[in-house]
């Protein structure tokens, strides 16, 4: 079984950051490609972004290219989104999950998943 705890969530203004961590335990923190989904009220939770196994490949939606980075950090068994120039249609529960893949995937067929963590942008 793998846990995943993500934290970092706030309220925060338009044009602010945010940094959301994600620790993940139970099993070899390594053998997951991990990603970070955001499902904002009345809608459907989407892709946001992702890391392969070995940290060297990324992948995010469009909306969010050139603003968010994710990371990682296999030492440690965390994972990192990092948020910038934030905007209200950012706002959403934002959660970790790991797949037990190379690469990561853009569909929500991810095996473990966090309880998500709020992130709110004012205008």
């Known amino acids: 079984q793998v846990q995943l705890v993500e934290s970092g969530g706030g309220l925060v203004q338009a044009g602010g950051s945010l940094r959301l961590s994600c620790a993940v335990s139970?099993?070899?923190?390594?053998?997951?490609?991990m990603g970070w989904f955001r499902q904002a009220p009345g809608k459907e939770r989407e892709f946001v972004a992702g890391i392969s196994r070995s940290g060297r490949m990324t992948d995010y939606t469009d909306s969010v290219k050139g603003r968010f980075t994710i990371s990682r950090d296999n030492a440690r068994n965390t994972v990192h989104l990092q948020m910038n120039s934030l905007k209200p249609e950012d706002t959403a529960v934002y959660y970790c999950?790991?797949?037990?893949?190379?690469?990561?995937?853009?569909?929500?067929?991810?095996?473990?998943w966090g309880q998500g963590t709020q992130v709110t942008v004012s205008s």
């Open positions: 999950a790991a797949v037990d893949s190379i690469l990561p995937e853009r569909r929500s067929e991810y095996d473990y």
């Open positions: 139970g099993r070899t923190f390594s053998r997951y490609a």
